[in-house]
Protein backbone atom coordinates (compact mmCIF):
# COMPACT_ATOMS: atom_id res chain seq x y z
CA UNK A 1 0.00 0.00 0.00
CA UNK A 2 2.00 2.76 -1.32
CA UNK A 3 1.53 6.72 -0.69
CA UNK A 4 -1.03 8.44 -3.07
CA UNK A 5 2.01 9.59 -5.35
CA UNK A 6 2.02 12.84 -7.47
CA UNK A 7 3.34 11.39 -10.96
CA UNK A 8 5.52 8.49 -12.28
CA UNK A 9 7.38 8.61 -15.75
CA UNK A 10 6.04 5.13 -17.01
CA UNK A 11 8.97 3.86 -19.49
CA UNK A 12 9.27 0.04 -19.17
CA UNK A 13 12.31 -0.40 -16.40
CA UNK A 14 11.11 2.33 -14.36
CA UNK A 15 7.80 0.21 -14.00
CA UNK A 16 9.81 -2.86 -13.67
CA UNK A 17 12.03 -1.81 -10.74
CA UNK A 18 8.64 -0.23 -9.65
CA UNK A 19 6.80 -3.32 -9.42
CA UNK A 20 9.94 -4.84 -8.10
CA UNK A 21 10.23 -2.55 -5.16
CA UNK A 22 5.92 -2.55 -4.98
CA UNK A 23 6.60 -6.38 -4.73
CA UNK A 24 9.03 -6.12 -1.83
CA UNK A 25 6.34 -3.29 0.02
CA UNK A 26 3.67 -5.82 -0.54
CA UNK A 27 5.52 -8.70 1.12
CA UNK A 28 7.25 -6.72 3.80
CA UNK A 29 3.60 -4.95 4.86
CA UNK A 30 1.94 -8.84 4.73
CA UNK A 31 4.57 -9.67 6.86
CA UNK A 32 4.34 -7.13 9.43
CA UNK A 33 0.76 -7.27 9.27
CA UNK A 34 1.04 -11.07 10.14
CA UNK A 35 2.77 -9.81 13.09
CA UNK A 36 0.46 -7.55 14.16
CA UNK A 37 -2.19 -9.83 14.41
CA UNK A 38 0.09 -11.92 16.75
CA UNK A 39 0.82 -9.08 18.69
CA UNK A 40 -3.18 -8.20 19.00
CA UNK A 41 -3.49 -12.17 20.05
CA UNK A 42 -0.93 -12.58 22.72
CA UNK A 43 -2.38 -9.00 23.88
CA UNK A 44 -6.04 -10.10 23.95
CA UNK A 45 -7.18 -10.07 27.30
CA UNK A 46 -9.74 -9.77 29.13
CA UNK A 47 -11.29 -11.69 26.22
CA UNK A 48 -15.15 -12.31 27.34
CA UNK A 49 -17.51 -9.81 25.65
CA UNK A 50 -19.13 -7.63 28.34
CA UNK A 51 -21.88 -5.39 26.93
CA UNK A 52 -25.59 -6.49 26.27
CA UNK A 53 -26.72 -5.43 23.03
CA UNK A 54 -29.60 -2.33 24.19
CA UNK A 55 -32.71 -2.44 22.22
CA UNK A 56 -33.38 1.19 20.70
CA UNK A 57 -36.66 2.55 19.84
CA UNK A 58 -36.78 0.87 16.78
CA UNK A 59 -36.34 -2.47 18.88
CA UNK A 60 -32.92 -3.20 16.96
CA UNK A 61 -30.16 -3.20 19.09
CA UNK A 62 -28.10 -0.09 18.99
CA UNK A 63 -24.37 0.76 19.15
CA UNK A 64 -22.57 0.87 22.23
CA UNK A 65 -20.27 3.53 20.95
CA UNK A 66 -20.64 5.79 17.62
CA UNK A 67 -18.03 8.18 17.05
CA UNK A 68 -18.42 11.29 14.84
CA UNK A 69 -15.27 12.13 12.68
CA UNK A 70 -13.55 9.55 11.11
CA UNK A 71 -9.79 11.04 11.29
CA UNK A 72 -6.93 9.96 13.56
CA UNK A 73 -9.12 10.41 16.81
CA UNK A 74 -12.16 9.14 15.13
CA UNK A 75 -9.85 5.58 13.99
CA UNK A 76 -7.63 5.51 17.76
CA UNK A 77 -10.75 6.20 19.45
CA UNK A 78 -12.72 2.96 18.14
CA UNK A 79 -9.90 0.40 18.30
CA UNK A 80 -9.25 1.47 21.71
CA UNK A 81 -12.96 0.84 22.56
CA UNK A 82 -12.76 -2.44 19.98
CA UNK A 83 -9.45 -3.81 22.47
CA UNK A 84 -11.69 -3.58 25.47
CA UNK A 85 -14.67 -5.31 24.33
CA UNK A 86 -16.47 -2.16 23.10
CA UNK A 87 -17.95 -4.49 20.14
CA UNK A 88 -20.36 -2.40 18.53
CA UNK A 89 -18.71 0.55 17.51
CA UNK A 90 -19.70 2.61 14.56
CA UNK A 91 -17.36 5.72 13.10
CA UNK A 92 -18.94 8.09 10.84
CA UNK A 93 -17.34 10.69 8.42
CA UNK A 94 -18.88 13.31 6.25
CA UNK A 95 -15.88 12.51 3.71
CA UNK A 96 -14.85 9.89 1.44
CA UNK A 97 -13.06 7.01 2.87
CA UNK A 98 -9.85 7.41 4.12
CA UNK A 99 -9.81 11.34 3.22
CA UNK A 100 -10.88 12.26 6.50
CA UNK A 101 -9.18 15.53 8.59
CA UNK A 102 -7.10 18.52 6.61
CA UNK A 103 -3.98 16.00 5.55
CA UNK A 104 -6.03 15.39 2.29
CA UNK A 105 -7.75 18.42 1.69
CA UNK A 106 -7.09 21.61 2.82
CA UNK A 107 -3.98 20.83 4.49
CA UNK A 108 -1.28 23.08 2.35
CA UNK A 109 2.09 21.57 3.78
CA UNK A 110 4.20 19.85 2.38
CA UNK A 111 4.85 17.69 5.94
CA UNK A 112 3.14 16.87 9.34
CA UNK A 113 4.53 19.83 11.94
CA UNK A 114 4.79 17.75 15.12
CA UNK A 115 8.71 15.60 15.08
CA UNK A 116 8.28 12.61 13.60
CA UNK A 117 9.15 10.61 16.36
CA UNK A 118 5.50 11.01 18.22
CA UNK A 119 3.79 8.07 19.47
CA UNK A 120 -0.09 7.49 19.48
CA UNK A 121 -2.37 5.71 17.61
CA UNK A 122 -0.37 2.52 18.15
CA UNK A 123 -1.62 2.45 21.80
CA UNK A 124 2.19 1.39 22.34
CA UNK A 125 1.83 -1.85 19.78
CA UNK A 126 5.33 -1.59 18.10
CA UNK A 127 3.78 -3.25 15.05
CA UNK A 128 1.39 -0.55 15.03
CA UNK A 129 3.40 2.29 14.42
CA UNK A 130 4.02 4.41 11.72
CA UNK A 131 7.82 3.48 11.66
CA UNK A 132 7.19 -0.04 11.63
CA UNK A 133 4.23 0.29 8.67
CA UNK A 134 6.90 2.79 6.78
CA UNK A 135 9.94 0.19 7.07
CA UNK A 136 7.89 -2.52 6.43
CA UNK A 137 7.61 -0.89 2.61
CA UNK A 138 10.29 0.68 2.73
CA UNK A 139 13.14 -1.25 4.11
CA UNK A 140 14.88 -0.70 7.55
CA UNK A 141 16.96 2.53 8.02
CA UNK A 142 14.14 4.19 5.78
CA UNK A 143 12.84 6.09 8.76
CA UNK A 144 15.69 7.57 9.49
CA UNK A 145 16.16 8.98 6.62
CA UNK A 146 13.08 10.77 6.35
CA UNK A 147 12.78 14.69 7.91
CA UNK A 148 9.18 15.47 8.55
CA UNK A 149 6.50 12.52 7.88
CA UNK A 150 4.97 14.07 4.68
CA UNK A 151 1.04 14.60 4.89
CA UNK A 152 0.51 12.06 2.53
CA UNK A 153 2.39 9.52 4.35
CA UNK A 154 0.53 10.48 7.38
CA UNK A 155 -2.80 10.09 5.23
CA UNK A 156 -1.64 6.29 3.98
CA UNK A 157 -0.72 5.50 7.48
CA UNK A 158 -4.46 6.30 9.27
CA UNK A 159 -5.82 4.25 6.05
CA UNK A 160 -3.78 1.26 6.74
CA UNK A 161 -4.47 1.55 10.50
CA UNK A 162 -8.27 1.59 9.68
CA UNK A 163 -8.11 -1.63 7.14
CA UNK A 164 -5.37 -3.83 9.04
CA UNK A 165 -7.51 -2.79 12.14
CA UNK A 166 -11.03 -3.56 10.72
CA UNK A 167 -12.28 -0.29 12.15
CA UNK A 168 -16.06 0.15 10.91
CA UNK A 169 -16.18 3.47 9.02
CA UNK A 170 -19.29 4.74 7.57
CA UNK A 171 -17.92 6.99 5.18
CA UNK A 172 -19.98 9.95 3.50
CA UNK A 173 -22.88 10.07 6.40
CA UNK A 174 -23.06 13.89 7.73
CA UNK A 175 -24.28 14.42 11.27
CA UNK A 176 -26.36 16.63 11.39
CA UNK A 177 -28.23 16.63 14.92
CA UNK A 178 -27.25 14.64 18.17
CA UNK A 179 -29.98 14.35 21.01
CA UNK A 180 -31.77 11.76 23.40
CA UNK A 181 -33.97 9.19 22.05
CA UNK A 182 -37.28 7.83 23.35
CA UNK A 183 -35.18 5.10 25.29
CA UNK A 184 -33.79 5.85 28.35
CA UNK A 185 -29.67 5.71 28.19
CA UNK A 186 -29.92 5.66 23.94
CA UNK A 187 -29.14 8.66 21.94
CA UNK A 188 -30.51 9.29 18.34
CA UNK A 189 -27.83 10.56 16.07
CA UNK A 190 -29.25 12.28 12.76
CA UNK A 191 -27.31 12.18 10.07
CA UNK A 192 -27.68 12.69 5.76
CA UNK A 193 -25.87 9.37 4.30
CA UNK A 194 -26.44 8.59 0.79
CA UNK A 195 -29.10 11.13 -0.30
CA UNK A 196 -31.40 10.60 2.63
CA UNK A 197 -31.86 10.99 6.20
CA UNK A 198 -30.79 8.16 8.54
CA UNK A 199 -31.03 7.67 12.13
CA UNK A 200 -28.83 6.11 14.14
CA UNK A 201 -28.63 5.45 18.28
CA UNK A 202 -26.16 4.57 20.51
CA UNK A 203 -25.57 4.36 24.12
CA UNK A 204 -22.43 6.64 24.00
CA UNK A 205 -21.21 9.25 21.26
CA UNK A 206 -18.01 10.37 20.54
CA UNK A 207 -17.40 13.54 18.79
CA UNK A 208 -13.84 13.41 17.19
CA UNK A 209 -14.47 16.09 14.83
CA UNK A 210 -11.55 17.81 14.23
CA UNK A 211 -9.68 21.03 15.37
CA UNK A 212 -12.69 23.23 14.37
CA UNK A 213 -15.54 20.32 16.25
CA UNK A 214 -16.14 22.99 19.12
CA UNK A 215 -16.72 26.16 16.81
CA UNK A 216 -15.89 27.52 13.63
CA UNK A 217 -13.21 28.55 11.15
CA UNK A 218 -12.99 32.29 12.01
CA UNK A 219 -13.20 35.16 9.36
CA UNK A 220 -13.30 38.49 10.95
CA UNK A 221 -16.55 40.52 9.69
CA UNK A 222 -14.59 43.76 8.68
CA UNK A 223 -13.26 41.29 5.48
CA UNK A 224 -16.77 39.34 5.30
CA UNK A 225 -18.77 42.90 5.13
CA UNK A 226 -16.30 44.34 3.05
CA UNK A 227 -16.18 41.99 0.53
CA UNK A 228 -18.03 40.09 -2.37
CA UNK A 229 -17.28 35.84 -1.42
CA UNK A 230 -15.46 35.58 -4.55
CA UNK A 231 -12.82 37.89 -2.99
CA UNK A 232 -11.54 36.30 -0.17
CA UNK A 233 -10.83 32.72 1.39
CA UNK A 234 -9.94 30.86 4.40
CA UNK A 235 -7.03 28.96 4.64
CA UNK A 236 -10.19 26.16 5.28
CA UNK A 237 -12.20 26.58 2.00
CA UNK A 238 -11.10 24.83 -1.28
CA UNK A 239 -8.96 27.37 -3.39
CA UNK A 240 -7.86 27.53 -7.16
CA UNK A 241 -4.86 28.63 -6.55
CA UNK A 242 -4.50 28.12 -10.32
CA UNK A 243 -6.50 31.25 -10.79
CA UNK A 244 -4.15 33.26 -8.23
CA UNK A 245 -1.30 33.69 -10.62
CA UNK A 246 -0.23 37.08 -11.65
CA UNK A 247 -2.19 38.57 -8.68
CA UNK A 248 -1.63 40.25 -5.72
CA UNK A 249 -2.37 38.16 -2.29
CA UNK A 250 -2.95 39.70 0.74
CA UNK A 251 -2.87 36.69 3.85
CA UNK A 252 -3.86 37.80 7.20
CA UNK A 253 -2.41 35.94 9.82
CA UNK A 254 1.24 34.76 10.82
CA UNK A 255 0.31 30.62 11.76
CA UNK A 256 1.15 27.98 9.93
CA UNK A 257 -1.23 28.10 7.65
CA UNK A 258 -0.83 31.25 6.58
CA UNK A 259 2.48 30.77 5.66
CA UNK A 260 1.63 27.24 4.01
CA UNK A 261 -1.21 29.39 2.13
CA UNK A 262 1.19 31.90 1.20
CA UNK A 263 3.39 29.56 -0.26
CA UNK A 264 1.19 27.99 -2.77
CA UNK A 265 -0.07 31.05 -4.00
CA UNK A 266 3.22 31.84 -4.97
CA UNK A 267 4.00 28.36 -6.29
CA UNK A 268 1.30 29.20 -8.23
CA UNK A 269 2.56 31.80 -9.89
CA UNK A 270 0.82 34.85 -7.69
CA UNK A 271 2.85 37.77 -8.26
CA UNK A 272 3.46 39.02 -4.85
CA UNK A 273 1.94 37.61 -1.37
CA UNK A 274 1.62 40.18 1.38
CA UNK A 275 1.55 38.27 4.83
CA UNK A 276 0.42 40.56 7.71
CA UNK A 277 0.08 40.01 11.19
CA UNK A 278 -0.27 42.06 14.38
CA UNK A 279 2.74 41.01 16.19
CA UNK A 280 5.86 42.98 16.43
CA UNK A 281 7.47 39.79 15.42
CA UNK A 282 6.96 36.28 14.52
CA UNK A 283 6.77 33.94 17.16
CA UNK A 284 9.60 31.67 17.17
CA UNK A 285 9.58 29.28 20.32
CA UNK A 286 6.56 26.50 20.02
CA UNK A 287 4.84 25.70 23.40
CA UNK A 288 3.79 22.59 22.29
CA UNK A 289 7.27 21.57 22.40
CA UNK A 290 7.42 22.38 25.58
CA UNK A 291 4.08 20.50 26.51
CA UNK A 292 5.68 17.67 25.51
CA UNK A 293 6.46 15.58 28.82
CA UNK A 294 4.37 13.28 30.73
CA UNK A 295 3.47 15.37 33.52
CA UNK A 296 1.59 18.16 31.81
CA UNK A 297 0.44 15.52 29.12
CA UNK A 298 -1.25 13.11 31.20
CA UNK A 299 -1.77 15.23 34.27
CA UNK A 300 -2.76 18.91 33.03
CA UNK A 301 -6.72 17.01 33.64
CA UNK A 302 -5.64 16.55 37.10
CA UNK A 303 -4.94 20.29 38.15
CA UNK A 304 -7.07 22.82 40.06
CA UNK A 305 -9.44 24.83 37.63
CA UNK A 306 -7.23 28.15 38.00
CA UNK A 307 -3.89 26.26 37.19
CA UNK A 308 -5.39 24.78 34.21
CA UNK A 309 -6.73 27.80 32.86
CA UNK A 310 -3.39 30.19 33.82
CA UNK A 311 -1.46 27.21 32.05
CA UNK A 312 -3.57 27.09 28.85
CA UNK A 313 -3.71 30.56 28.43
CA UNK A 314 0.05 31.33 28.48
CA UNK A 315 0.36 28.55 25.69
CA UNK A 316 -2.24 30.34 23.84
CA UNK A 317 -0.75 34.00 24.08
CA UNK A 318 3.03 32.12 22.76
CA UNK A 319 0.93 31.88 20.00
CA UNK A 320 1.25 29.80 16.87
CA UNK A 321 4.52 29.78 14.58
CA UNK A 322 5.22 28.87 11.73
CA UNK A 323 7.59 25.85 11.42
CA UNK A 324 11.19 26.34 10.26
CA UNK A 325 10.71 24.49 6.89
CA UNK A 326 7.36 26.52 6.34
CA UNK A 327 8.63 29.86 7.09
CA UNK A 328 11.55 28.96 4.44
CA UNK A 329 9.36 27.82 2.06
CA UNK A 330 7.24 31.40 1.95
CA UNK A 331 10.49 33.49 2.41
CA UNK A 332 12.29 31.21 -0.73
CA UNK A 333 10.08 33.87 -3.18
CA UNK A 334 11.28 37.37 -3.75
CA UNK A 335 7.51 38.23 -4.36
CA UNK A 336 6.85 37.42 -0.57
CA UNK A 337 6.88 40.43 1.98
CA UNK A 338 6.00 39.64 5.66
CA UNK A 339 4.17 43.07 7.86
CA UNK A 340 4.67 42.53 11.09
CA UNK A 341 2.76 45.17 13.48
CA UNK A 342 0.40 45.27 11.07
CA UNK A 343 -2.97 44.45 12.32
CA UNK A 344 -5.75 45.39 9.35
CA UNK A 345 -7.63 48.54 10.15
CA UNK A 346 -10.28 48.69 7.58
CA UNK A 347 -10.87 46.80 4.03
CA UNK A 348 -12.30 47.74 1.20
CA UNK A 349 -13.05 47.52 -2.53
CA UNK A 350 -11.22 50.21 -4.67
CA UNK A 351 -12.16 49.65 -8.24
CA UNK A 352 -11.11 46.12 -9.06
CA UNK A 353 -8.51 46.33 -6.09
CA UNK A 354 -9.02 45.59 -2.40
CA UNK A 355 -7.58 47.97 0.14
CA UNK A 356 -5.84 47.05 2.86
CA UNK A 357 -5.08 49.79 5.29
CA UNK A 358 -2.84 49.00 8.11
CA UNK A 359 -0.97 51.36 10.94
CA UNK A 360 1.52 51.68 7.98
CA UNK A 361 -0.70 52.71 5.38
CA UNK A 362 -2.99 51.17 2.84
CA UNK A 363 -1.62 48.54 -0.18
CA UNK A 364 -3.84 47.08 -2.98
CA UNK A 365 -4.42 43.36 -3.30
CA UNK A 366 -6.14 41.50 -5.75
CA UNK A 367 -7.38 38.63 -3.39
CA UNK A 368 -7.40 37.63 0.21
CA UNK A 369 -6.52 34.98 2.44
CA UNK A 370 -7.83 34.33 5.78
CA UNK A 371 -5.34 32.82 8.22
CA UNK A 372 -7.08 33.25 11.79
CA UNK A 373 -7.25 29.64 12.68
CA UNK A 374 -10.85 28.95 14.60
CA UNK A 375 -13.27 30.11 17.40
CA UNK A 376 -14.78 28.19 20.43
CA UNK A 377 -18.59 28.68 20.20
CA UNK A 378 -20.24 25.20 20.25
CA UNK A 379 -23.29 27.43 19.28
CA UNK A 380 -21.76 27.38 15.54
CA UNK A 381 -21.67 23.83 15.34
CA UNK A 382 -25.16 22.28 13.43
CA UNK A 383 -25.04 18.93 14.84
CA UNK A 384 -24.95 19.72 18.38
CA UNK A 385 -28.11 22.72 18.00
CA UNK A 386 -30.30 20.58 20.57
CA UNK A 387 -26.84 20.18 23.12
CA UNK A 388 -25.18 23.14 23.62
CA UNK A 389 -27.89 25.25 25.64
CA UNK A 390 -27.74 22.43 28.02
CA UNK A 391 -23.85 22.00 28.63
CA UNK A 392 -21.84 23.94 30.78
CA UNK A 393 -18.89 26.34 29.91
CA UNK A 394 -16.18 27.57 31.50
CA UNK A 395 -17.72 31.22 32.23
CA UNK A 396 -20.50 29.26 33.44
CA UNK A 397 -18.38 27.29 36.24
CA UNK A 398 -14.67 29.88 36.66
CA UNK A 399 -14.49 32.87 36.82
CA UNK A 400 -11.06 34.27 35.61
CA UNK A 401 -9.06 37.11 37.32
CA UNK A 402 -9.45 40.23 35.47
CA UNK A 403 -6.07 40.11 34.25
CA UNK A 404 -6.52 36.62 33.08
CA UNK A 405 -9.50 37.69 30.78
CA UNK A 406 -9.84 35.14 27.60
CA UNK A 407 -13.13 35.29 25.97
CA UNK A 408 -12.55 32.49 24.05
CA UNK A 409 -11.55 30.12 26.78
CA UNK A 410 -14.59 31.60 28.28
CA UNK A 411 -16.23 29.42 25.83
CA UNK A 412 -14.31 26.27 26.08
CA UNK A 413 -17.16 23.62 27.19
CA UNK A 414 -16.74 22.52 30.94
CA UNK A 415 -15.53 18.93 30.56
CA UNK A 416 -15.33 15.92 33.21
CA UNK A 417 -13.01 13.70 34.03
CA UNK A 418 -13.53 11.61 30.77
CA UNK A 419 -13.97 14.28 28.24
CA UNK A 420 -17.68 14.35 28.73
CA UNK A 421 -19.68 16.87 28.80
CA UNK A 422 -21.65 18.41 31.82
CA UNK A 423 -24.82 20.23 32.57
CA UNK A 424 -25.54 23.56 32.64
CA UNK A 425 -28.10 23.28 34.88
CA UNK A 426 -28.09 19.98 36.72
CA UNK A 427 -30.85 17.44 36.30
CA UNK A 428 -31.93 19.20 33.10
CA UNK A 429 -30.18 17.18 30.62
CA UNK A 430 -28.30 14.36 32.02
CA UNK A 431 -27.99 12.88 28.46
CA UNK A 432 -25.18 15.24 27.62
CA UNK A 433 -23.17 13.59 29.64
CA UNK A 434 -23.38 10.75 27.50
CA UNK A 435 -21.61 12.49 24.93
CA UNK A 436 -18.04 12.81 25.06
CA UNK A 437 -16.02 16.24 23.44
CA UNK A 438 -12.95 14.98 22.04
CA UNK A 439 -11.96 17.59 19.88
CA UNK A 440 -9.88 20.73 20.46
CA UNK A 441 -12.28 22.28 22.50
CA UNK A 442 -11.14 19.78 25.19
CA UNK A 443 -8.05 21.66 25.78
CA UNK A 444 -8.50 23.67 28.39
CA UNK A 445 -10.25 21.04 30.29
CA UNK A 446 -8.09 17.90 30.03
CA UNK A 447 -5.33 19.70 28.00
CA UNK A 448 -4.13 18.10 24.95
CA UNK A 449 -6.34 15.72 23.92
CA UNK A 450 -8.66 15.18 20.49
CA UNK A 451 -7.45 16.99 17.00
CA UNK A 452 -3.82 16.67 18.28
CA UNK A 453 -0.81 13.84 17.91
CA UNK A 454 1.14 15.40 20.54
CA UNK A 455 -1.75 14.43 23.48
CA UNK A 456 -3.33 11.38 21.92
CA UNK A 457 -0.90 8.59 23.68
CA UNK A 458 -2.65 9.41 27.13
CA UNK A 459 -5.44 11.02 26.15
CA UNK A 460 -7.51 8.22 24.41
CA UNK A 461 -6.94 5.84 27.21
CA UNK A 462 -8.87 8.67 29.34
CA UNK A 463 -11.24 8.56 26.90
CA UNK A 464 -11.87 4.94 26.51
CA UNK A 465 -11.95 4.63 30.44
CA UNK A 466 -14.48 6.84 30.85
CA UNK A 467 -16.66 5.22 28.61
CA UNK A 468 -16.24 1.39 29.74
CA UNK A 469 -16.91 3.05 33.27
CA UNK A 470 -19.64 4.64 32.86
CA UNK A 471 -21.25 1.43 31.00
CA UNK A 472 -20.20 -1.19 33.51
CA UNK A 473 -21.58 1.43 36.17
CA UNK A 474 -24.97 1.74 33.88
CA UNK A 475 -25.28 -1.86 33.52
CA UNK A 476 -24.05 -3.13 37.16
CA UNK A 477 -27.47 -4.77 38.08
CA UNK A 478 -27.15 -7.16 34.88
CA UNK A 479 -23.66 -7.51 35.87
CA UNK A 480 -24.37 -8.63 39.50
CA UNK A 481 -27.54 -10.95 37.86
CA UNK A 482 -24.93 -13.17 35.63
CA UNK A 483 -22.71 -13.16 39.16
CA UNK A 484 -25.25 -14.65 40.49
CA UNK A 485 -26.26 -17.24 37.71
CA UNK A 486 -22.62 -18.00 37.27
CA UNK A 487 -22.61 -21.66 36.66
CA UNK A 488 -19.76 -22.36 34.90
CA UNK A 489 -18.08 -25.83 36.61
CA UNK A 490 -14.56 -25.79 37.17
CA UNK A 491 -14.47 -29.57 37.01
C1 LIG B 1 -3.81 22.30 8.33
C2 LIG B 1 -3.60 21.55 9.62
C3 LIG B 1 -2.37 20.97 9.89
C4 LIG B 1 -2.16 20.28 11.09
N1 LIG B 1 -0.94 19.73 11.31
C5 LIG B 1 -0.76 19.03 12.46
C6 LIG B 1 0.48 18.38 12.70
O1 LIG B 1 1.40 18.44 11.91
N2 LIG B 1 0.62 17.68 13.88
C7 LIG B 1 -0.40 17.60 14.81
O2 LIG B 1 -0.23 16.99 15.86
N3 LIG B 1 -1.59 18.21 14.60
C8 LIG B 1 -1.77 18.90 13.45
N4 LIG B 1 -2.97 19.49 13.24
C9 LIG B 1 -3.98 19.42 14.32
C10 LIG B 1 -4.70 18.05 14.35
O3 LIG B 1 -3.86 17.01 14.60
C11 LIG B 1 -5.41 17.78 13.17
O4 LIG B 1 -6.40 18.70 13.11
C12 LIG B 1 -6.01 16.38 13.08
O5 LIG B 1 -6.62 16.28 11.83
C13 LIG B 1 -7.01 16.12 14.17
O6 LIG B 1 -7.50 14.81 14.02
P1 LIG B 1 -9.01 14.50 14.37
O7 LIG B 1 -9.23 13.07 14.06
O8 LIG B 1 -9.30 14.98 15.72
O9 LIG B 1 -9.82 15.43 13.36
P2 LIG B 1 -9.84 15.40 11.79
O10 LIG B 1 -8.66 14.73 11.25
O11 LIG B 1 -10.11 16.79 11.39
O12 LIG B 1 -11.10 14.50 11.48
C14 LIG B 1 -12.37 14.91 11.84
C15 LIG B 1 -13.32 14.42 10.76
O13 LIG B 1 -14.65 14.65 11.22
C16 LIG B 1 -15.42 15.01 10.11
N5 LIG B 1 -16.61 15.69 10.60
C17 LIG B 1 -16.71 16.90 11.20
N6 LIG B 1 -18.00 17.18 11.49
C18 LIG B 1 -18.72 16.12 11.05
C19 LIG B 1 -20.11 15.81 11.05
N7 LIG B 1 -21.02 16.65 11.56
N8 LIG B 1 -20.52 14.64 10.50
C20 LIG B 1 -19.61 13.76 10.00
N9 LIG B 1 -18.28 14.00 9.95
C21 LIG B 1 -17.84 15.17 10.48
C22 LIG B 1 -14.48 15.94 9.33
O14 LIG B 1 -14.88 16.10 8.01
C23 LIG B 1 -13.17 15.17 9.44
O15 LIG B 1 -13.03 14.27 8.38
C24 LIG B 1 -3.21 20.18 12.03
C25 LIG B 1 -4.45 20.76 11.76
C26 LIG B 1 -4.65 21.42 10.57
C27 LIG B 1 -5.98 22.02 10.30
Redesign the pocket.
Given at each position: MSEPSASSDGTASSTTIVEAAGAAEVVGLARLEQALRRDLELLDYPRRPWLTPKLGPDGAAVHDVII????????VTAFALLREKVERVLV????PID?????LN????VT???PKY?TGPDLGIPNLTIVAWYEAQHGPGSWAQMGLVPKQTWAAYLAWYRRVLGIPVQAE????GLGPSDTPGVLVVE?RHGGRDVRLFARRVVL????D?SGAWEVPAMITDALPRDRWAH??DDIDFAALAGKRIGVLGAG??AF?NASVALEHGAAAVHLYFRRERLVDTNAYRWAEFVGFLRHMADLPDADKWRFIRQILRVGQLPPADTLRRASAHAAFHMHPGSPWKQVELQGDAIAVTTPSGTDLVDFVIVGTGFVTDLSR???LAQLWPHVALWRDRYAAPEAERHDDLARHPYLGPGFEFTEKTPGEAPWVGQVHN???GGLLSLGFG?????GMKYSVQRLVAAITRSLFVEDRDAHFASLCGFDEREW
Open positions: VGGGQGGLVDERRAGPWFARMLRTLTCVTAATGIGTRASDRPEYTFGASIS
